[in-house]
């Protein structure tokens, strides 16, 4: 056995039995090769797999911490397909909201730029002229050209070439991802998902009576690419759906490199990864990131929406199957035959006079705006001991707060307050997470009702706290 598989080894049933507690940072490479009396090249190696496999998190130059994110599996224990149970907590939440509601949780755009009053401006011309020329049938099931040409255009922005005749409009994205797995699987098949997820990737493995296998996630470089080959190598994976750019609920983005290897993946075992960019360009650098389709056109199926970067009632989104597009195309077909042509065609001219672009551009600095308010906010009103990781881009923080604070009774008492509090467990295909919350800062308004909402919550954690603390 190599040196550093069993630093490895040692070090990961030490993390297991908890001799390193979550977010601990571990001791610098320099003090674990001087303890072990091992080259600092074998104990970088080791540090790697351990990352690789979930146990800790972060870079080699700024030292690495164990894992907050509280996941059930291991190196030594492969997980199982689960079939998913239908539960009521998003029905429960979706039926929370309601104009009083002070929502911190639902990841919902900003509607009040100029750019959103424009393209109504648009439709509503739009509107007249569907109206005089009395229009009347279906557009045919790919989409409006007009469209479907923007649509091109904006890709090739992001280094993806893709020709007009391969992009496919759909009612929003969730339409897009239902409509690709329709195609890929049958009844009982295995899908591959991030766990945690986006709770809609769950429900429609549930609609489709999918089983899922859940990949955990790290929260700097998403999904752990080394356990999802396991999993390729163990089970016959039909698809792999995730979103490798500011994911919700975790905002993570992927690095090019895992990127590469999860494509690679992707060829070898021939399994089509459904790469769902809903969020990708609410980065807060100047760099756009790094996109699957780019690395593989064929085997990528690329899906986006304007639904939440834009508008919640704008239900149009778009599709790129690569060489499933015939699949899709039939599927789209059967499915819902076609998507209203007043939204194509206001969305085609929205985006062909560069409003779509300078709208994206308002909104990346505004987010980064939103965010700085609310971090400030829970650094001032809440415990010290709650854990995030700072977001890169993205509309969403995922906290994880100490293991006596009980969540469902946090979103009960903050729910009696009008405040919509999303707990963590509604993004998992398992029991984990149950300490953990999202926050969504898209909504944020920096009005006295949204400080005041910020600092119940924390008033109730301190509470909780000093009791958990006693």
């Not at 070898?268 to 980065?283: M, N, S």
Request: aromatic share 10%; hydrophobic share 35%.
């Amino acid at each position: 056995m190599f040196k550093y598989q069993k630093l490895f080894e040692s070090m990961e049933q030490q993390i297991i039995s908890g001799y390193y507690k979550y977010g601990e940072k571990i001791p610098s490479i320099r003090m674990i090769s001087e303890k072990t009396n091992l080259s600092k090249n074998t104990v970088i190696n080791a540090l790697l797999k351990l990352q690789d496999y979930g146990y800790i998190e972060g870079f080699e130059k700024s030292g690495f911490t164990v894992s907050f994110l509280n996941h059930k599996s291991n190196s030594k224990e492969m997980l199982k397909p689960i079939e998913i149970k239908a539960g009521k907590s998003f029905l429960e939440i979706m039926s929370a909201t309601s104009e009083k509601m002070i929502n911190l949780g639902s990841v919902h755009p900003d509607t009040s730029y100029p750019t959103v009053k424009q393209f109504f401006h648009i439709m509503n011309q739009n509107t007249k002229r569907l109206s005089n020329n009395h229009y009347s049938g279906y557009t045919s099931p790919p989409g409006e050209m007009k469209l479907r040409s923007e649509i091109a255009k904006e890709l090739l922005l992001q280094n993806v070439q893709v020709p007009i005749d391969e992009v496919i409009i759909t009612n929003g994205a969730t339409e897009a991802i239902a409509t690709a797995l329709m195609s890929m699987t049958t009844k009982g098949d295995v899908i591959a998902i991030p766990n945690p997820c986006f709770f809609g990737y769950i429900n429609i493995a549930k609609a489709l009576d999918l089983k899922i296998l859940g990949i955990p996630m790290d929260c700097f470089q998403g999904i752990h690419i080394n356990i999802l080959e396991k999993y390729l190598e163990n089970w016959p994976i039909k698809a792999i759906l995730l979103t490798p750019n500011f994911s919700n609920p975790l905002p993570c983005i992927m690095s090019d490199s895992h990127k590469k290897k999860l494509v690679s993946l992707s060829q070898k075992f021939d399994v089509p990864i459904i790469e769902v960019d809903v969020f990708g360009q609410l980065y807060f650098n100047n760099k756009s990131p790094l996109l699957l389709k780019s690395l593989n056109p064929d085997n990528v199926i690329y899906i986006s929406s304007m639904s939440k970067v834009f508008h919640p009632d704008i239900r149009l989104g778009w599709c790129c199957p690569g060489k499933y597009l015939d699949k899709i195309r039939f599927m789209k077909l059967n499915f819902s035959i076609a998507t209203p042509l007043l939204i194509q065609l206001s969305v085609a001219e929205f985006m062909n006079k560069r409003l779509y672009l300078r709208h994206l551009k308002i909104l990346r600095k505004s987010y980064q705006t939103k965010l700085d308010c609310v971090i400030t906010l829970i650094r001032s009103y809440w415990p010290k001991d709650i854990k995030y990781i700072m977001p890169k881009g993205g509309a969403c923080l995922w906290i994880e707060l100490p293991e006596y604070i009980s969540v469902i009774d946090l979103c009960k008492k903050s729910k009696e307050k009008n405040i919509l509090v999303v707990p963590g467990s509604l993004f998992t295909i398992d029991d984990s997470f149950q300490n953990c919350i999202k926050i969504s800062y898209s909504g944020f308004q920096d009005t006295k009702k949204y400080h005041d909402a910020y600092k119940f919550i924390g008033k109730y954690l301190e509470e909780k706290s000093s009791n958990g603390r006693s």
